[in-house]
């Protein structure tokens, strides 16, 4: 009886691990997939404020800059924060006024 249930304690722990690696490539698929909308976000996002075309150089000194300004707590990057919600905030306000005026436009028949 002790072997039985051994061996099915075996199964059972089995069945789970499987049951965690199918999550687990679940969870890689689904990292893949923000990783990639996080890309398209920010290219999007470099083309609307003109970035595009500042020389490849440039932009990645300019982010090894923030990312270093980040990770020494300057002061300078609450005014980066500010300057970047500002900006999304008037973005989003912009798509809402342009939803809300497509939205009005008489129907065709």
């Known amino acids: 009886m002790a072997r039985t249930k051994s061996v099915q304690g075996v199964i059972n722990s089995q069945k789970k691990l499987k049951d965690l690696q199918k999550e687990i490539v679940a969870l890689q698929e689904k990292e893949k997939d923000l990783k990639n909308e996080i890309a398209v976000n920010l290219s999007t996002l470099l083309s609307d404020i003109g970035a595009l075309t500042i020389s490849q150089d440039m932009l990645i000194g300019g982010i090894l800059h923030i990312i270093d300004s ?36 008489p129907k065709a028949a």
Not at 87 to 102: H, I, M, P, R, V
């Open 70 to 105: 980040v990770k020494n707590n300057s002061p300078q990057v609450g005014e980066w924060q500010q300057a970047g919600s500002t900006f999304l905030e008037q973005k989003k306000g912009n798509k809402a006024k342009s939803k809300k005026d497509k939205s009005s436009y």
